[in-house]
């Protein structure tokens, strides 16, 4: 047993079972406290790690909201979550190739991969999203960041729907069924529902949205989120662990593997319209494609022949839809004074 398990076995023996958010959160706080979990060496690979192509993209993508903003002289890019920052890094160097000097903020709690970051980019480091400069237009970015926020799960019952839970069966952690009623917390059109179903939200991802959504709106600027998850509601667990690139059981090495699931984008969207902002969403292929990626592989593998094969392979991994390009999803919102955001139809 590792020991995070144990941390958590001895929890649930003093105090009962614990919700699914709470196992989840503090899972996933151990984790990333002590590693840099990226690459190789570590326990996966995000999308900047595999070409720089990706972060370019994303640069080029505010640059040019920036200039048809009518290239106000003061913006911040905010980048929550920036793993190594490297899609800091190479988002920098695309802004400044077209006259972009972005005032660059990286959210991050992290202490081992602030240590990282810094080697890449030159930022200002914040612990959370509060203390993000309330002055001028941001650029935020969210690459794999929200699918690591705690989901809430409800599970319908023969007595009615429960909250989620994990709990011990036999001295090992497992999910049951808590007891108190949370009928009121389903929407009406779901009471009925057959049972194991199984209801996943996110309040944590929902609020901290809603909150960078109002500065959008209040202070100018735009949103980027790109992720995993779905664009459309749907039902079921979507909890899931890795651990040295391969898929594990969610119990078994709590606090020394990634825990994430699947980000309800249509709930972002529903958010943004609420704040009175227009949530754009596409797939992460199309997207990029849009934006010009098949055109920057094809430069990169022209100035350097010996590197083309690497190019073509990393642009079909982040591109192709039987490979990230159809499983990951983009969402984007801009202040109702900007122009509209490019890639989505």
């Not at 914040?126 to 400069?133: A, F, I, K, Y």
Request: overall charge negative; glycine content about 10%; aromatic content about 6%.
């Amino acid at each position: 047993m590792t020991d995070g398990a144990d941390r958590f076995v001895r929890l649930i023996r003093q105090f009962g079972p614990i919700p699914v958010a709470q196992y989840m959160g503090e899972s996933n706080a151990l984790y990333y406290a002590a590693r840099d979990p990226l690459g190789a060496a570590g326990d996966f690979v995000t999308a900047p790690e595999i070409s720089q192509m990706f972060g370019e993209m994303i640069g080029l993508w505010c640059a040019d909201l920036w200039q048809r903003a009518g290239r106000p002289e003061q913006v911040a890019y905010a980048e929550l979550g920036p793993g190594r920052g490297t899609l800091a890094a190479d988002a920098r160097r695309a802004m400044a190739s077209q006259g972009l000097a972005a005032d660059m903020r990286l959210v991050e709690g992290s202490p081992a991969l602030r240590a990282e970051q810094a080697k890449r980019v030159a930022a200002v480091f914040h612990d959370g999203v509060d203390d993000l400069p309330d002055n001028r237009p941001l650029l935020i970015v969210a690459n794999e960041f929200f699918d690591a926020l705690p989901v809430r799960q409800l599970v319908r019952t023969e007595e009615g729907w429960r909250e989620r839970m994990v709990g011990l069966k036999d001295g090992a952690l497992h999910f049951e069924s808590g007891t108190k009623p949370m009928d009121e917390a389903v929407p009406l059109s779901m009471q009925d529902a057959e049972v194991g179903t199984i209801l996943e939200t996110n309040p944590s991802a929902a609020a901290l949205w809603r909150d960078l959504c109002e500065r959008i709106a209040k202070q100018g600027g735009a949103m980027l989120a790109i992720d995993y998850g779905h664009l459309d509601a749907r039902t079921g667990s979507t909890l899931q662990a890795v651990k040295r690139h391969e898929k594990v059981g969610v119990f078994d090495a709590p606090g020394e593997m990634d825990l994430t699931a699947h980000v309800d984008f249509a709930m972002l969207a529903e958010i943004a319209a609420e704040v009175g902002l227009i949530g754009k969403t596409a797939e992460q292929g199309a997207w990029l494609n849009a934006l010009g990626m098949g055109q920057r592989a094809r430069m990169l593998a022209e100035a350097t022949p010996e590197q083309a094969q690497d190019v073509a392979t990393a642009y079909r991994r982040l591109t192709a839809h039987d490979e990230m390009g159809a499983l990951f999803k983009v969402i984007a919102v801009t202040a109702n004074d900007w122009p509209q955001p490019s890639g989505f139809t």
